[in-house]
């Protein structure tokens, strides 16, 4: 039997949604998400915003990929440096630039990033997975002791970046999937984050998230019949493996 048909889609999980309810962060009431509510929600997950930033600026970096000159370790000696000296730096720079290719391979190929949004935070609260590639990012974050839902974040270069924080409405297109229309919040413009947008989609429950995922998914998001943002993920059963056993500490 197909993953496809065995599985429920992540977009599925969504739908409940489309009538308004779900459960909000910080207490029980069942209530259409507002801005305001989202905007907490998302200021409560500072630990989260660090990683977004940090992410970004690799972003930045590997995108324009660093300059050739930084990468070269041959050549004399620089003036007043004795041999031994010189071989040292030589060595160090070598060993820099390993780490930086390994790192910059990880970001070409898209690689997924485990931890808790918030800080402090309980064991299984707020438990979080990234998956970050030169498209941009993908987030799911959530829960805590008292919320069962989830926040699916999608960060790229051509998501816009408003001055407000704001509600909007987007189309969700995910693999093997019709389109749907659904509510999100667009993330205010933010310098740490250089070039990137980000559109945050409330999910009414962790559960039905994870078992939306499949191990390779594309997800594309238009806002007034125009394409903002394209990503595949891949490992995502992987992904979701570790963030049931984030959970299970609860």
Request: aromatic share 8%; with cysteine.
């Given at each position: 039997m197909s993953e496809r048909i065995r599985r429920p889609a992540l977009a599925r999980a969504l739908i409940p949604y489309l009538g308004g309810a779900l459960l909000i962060a910080g207490g029980l009431t069942a209530a259409p998400v507002n801005a305001q509510d989202?905007?907490?929600?998302?200021?409560?997950?500072?630990?989260?915003?660090?990683?977004?930033?940090?992410?970004?600026?690799?972003?930045?970096?590997?995108?324009?990929?660093?300059?050739?000159?930084?990468?070269?370790?041959?050549?004399?000696?620089?003036?007043?440096?004795?041999?031994?000296?010189?071989?040292?730096?030589?060595?160090?720079?070598?060993e820099r630039n390993a780490e930086r290719d390994a790192e910059y391979q990880r970001w070409l190929e898209g690689s997924w990033r485990f931890f808790q949004s918030r800080e402090p935070a309980e064991p299984g609260e707020f438990c979080a997975a990234m998956f970050q590639g030169p498209q941009g990012m993908i987030a799911l974050s959530g829960v805590d002791k008292s919320w069962d839902g989830a926040l699916l974040m999608f960060t790229g270069d051509d998501i816009p970046k408003p001055r407000r924080?704001?509600?909007?409405?987007?189309?969700?297109?995910?693999?093997?999937?019709?389109p749907v229309t659904i509510r999100a919040y667009n993330r205010a413009r933010d310098s740490r984050m250089n070039t990137l947008g980000t559109l945050v989609i409330a999910v009414p429950a962790m559960d039905a998230a994870l078992a939306g995922m499949a191990d390779e998914q594309e997800f594309a998001l238009s806002m007034g019949g125009r394409e903002?943002?394209?990503?595949?993920?891949?490992?995502?059963?992987?992904?979701?493996?570790?963030?049931?056993?984030?959970?299970?500490?609860?």
């Open positions: 989202m905007f907490g929600a998302l200021e409560a997950q500072g630990a989260f915003t660090s990683q977004q930033q940090y992410a970004a600026s690799l972003h930045e970096q590997f995108s324009r990929r660093y300059d050739a000159d930084e990468r070269n370790s041959g050549g004399p000696p620089p003036p007043g440096l004795t041999l031994e000296e010189a071989n040292a730096l030589d060595a160090a720079i070598r924080f704001g509600e909007v409405t987007v189309r969700l297109t995910q693999t093997g999937e019709p903002v943002f394209r990503m595949s993920w891949k490992n995502g059963l992987q992904a979701a493996a570790e963030l049931r056993n984030c959970l299970r500490e609860r």
